[in-house]
């Protein structure tokens, strides 16, 4: 019997290495199809690998009457309909922690871009302006970072930050004074965070809890001055109400990775000099997506030879 697989979205080729060594598959690499033209590609299909390009919608899964699993090669499940996917019997796994190191680096590449004005000082530099006066600075050092949402990536960023010499809150559902004593932070509510803190930084899920979670309220109850980063999910920020934090001077600086919308349609947050910005690159290291890509293709193949997932 073959085993018949699609991958829809680019993903490493060394990642997928152990579905290339398995006998009886079928790998069909397909990365620019419509949404229409995947639905007419999927029938006879039993697994699809993607990044987080294809939505894996309702619609999709209907049409896929031989689908068995689906391979997340990231953490984000956001682009799956995992209730459709459920109701089918469709099996979902993820890489929850291929991209992990990679995103914390990312925050913190973001965290130190945007403390020292770096985007700004070398856009100028290229239009050949020597201005040593717009791009003066702050330290990291003493300074408070706020971590919301304090799971792997917010760990990471954490244990980074305290190496830079920052303090540390954190609030997380899941985080109690033992643990947080045991990894050397502060934590408490997440008012208590955005009061604290001179740096932010969100490490939470999208999920009904956490869309716009840092609001206009939020802002308000912030230091003058904060500087924020969203490496996370588009949509945790409100973009509109960061719009307005930004102009009118309480937010200093902000880091975004990821959008409300992707890919961007909307650049009006990239008009105010205060915000840097990447296209959700924060898992984009050969490194990350490698270890993304044999982590959902050894699940793949153990799901092929014996019917179960480890999903880690
Ligand atoms: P994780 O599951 O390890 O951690 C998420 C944490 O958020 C958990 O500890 C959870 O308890 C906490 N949380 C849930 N609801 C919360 C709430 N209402 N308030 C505060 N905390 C809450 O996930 P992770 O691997 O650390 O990933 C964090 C985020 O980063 C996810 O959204 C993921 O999709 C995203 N991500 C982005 C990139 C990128 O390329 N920019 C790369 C990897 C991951
Ligand atoms: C993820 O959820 O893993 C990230 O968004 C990274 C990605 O897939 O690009």
């Known amino acids: 019997m073959t085993f018949h697989i699609l991958i829809s979205d680019p993903l490493s080729e060394e990642g997928i290495y152990p579905l290339r060594q398995a006998n009886g598959v079928n790998i069909v690499m397909e990365t620019n199809l419509t949404p229409e033209q995947l639905e007419d590609r999927i029938h006879g299909f039993d697994a699809l690998l993607v990044r987080s390009q294809?939505?894996?919608?309702?619609?999709?899964?209907?049409?896929?009457?031989?689908?068995?699993?689906?391979g997340r090669a990231g953490v984000g499940v956001d682009n799956i309909d995992l209730e459709a996917a459920t109701e089918h019997g469709i099996i979902v796994v993820n890489a929850p922690d291929g991209n992990t190191n990679s995103a914390a680096e990312h925050t913190m590449a973001m965290i130190m871009s945007m403390a020292r004005k770096i985007p700004q000082a070398f856009h100028a530099l290229r239009n050949q302006q020597w201005d040593r006066k717009s791009y003066v600075g702050?330290?990291?050092?003493?300074?408070?970072?706020?971590?919301?949402?304090?799971?792997?990536?917010?760990?990471?960023?954490?244990?980074?930050?305290?190496?830079?010499?920052m303090n540390v809150i954190a609030y997380d559902p899941f985080l109690t004074a033992e643990?947080?004593?045991?990894?050397?932070?502060?934590?408490?509510?997440?008012?208590?965070?955005?009061?604290?803190?001179?740096?932010?930084?969100?490490?939470?899920?999208?999920?009904?809890?956490?869309?716009?979670?840092?609001?206009?309220?939020?802002?308000?109850?912030?230091?003058?001055?904060?500087?924020?980063?969203?490496?996370?999910?588009?949509?945790?920020?409100?973009?509109?109400?960061?719009?307005?934090?930004?102009?009118?001077?309480?937010?200093?600086?902000?880091?975004?990775?990821?959008?409300?919308?992707?890919?961007?349609?909307?650049?009006?947050?990239?008009?105010?000099p205060e915000i840097i910005a990447t296209p959700h690159l924060g898992a984009s290291t050969f490194e990350?997506?490698?270890?993304?890509?044999?982590?959902v293709s050894v699940d793949v193949v153990s799901y092929f030879t014996t019917g179960t997932v480890r999903n880690s």
């Open 54 to 70: 294809t939505q894996v919608t309702r619609e999709l899964i209907e049409k896929a009457s031989n689908l068995k699993i689906i």
């Open 138 to 165: 702050v330290e990291l050092k003493n300074k408070t970072l706020g971590v919301v949402g304090f799971g792997r990536i917010g760990q990471e960023v954490a244990a980074r930050a305290k190496g830079q010499r």
């Open 179 to 272: 643990k947080a004593e045991k990894l050397g932070v502060d934590f408490g509510s997440v008012e208590d965070v955005l009061r604290a803190a001179d740096f932010i930084t969100v490490h939470t899920p999208l999920l009904k809890e956490t869309k716009h979670l840092i609001n206009k309220e939020a802002f308000e109850i912030m230091k003058d001055g904060v500087q924020i980063v969203n490496c996370a999910r588009g949509g945790i920020i409100d973009e509109n109400a960061l719009y307005d934090a930004v102009k009118s001077g309480k937010v200093a600086g902000a880091a975004l990775d990821v959008f409300e919308q992707e890919p961007m349609v909307d650049f009006r947050l990239l008009d105010l």
């Open 288 to 295: 990350a997506q490698e270890s993304v890509a044999v982590d």
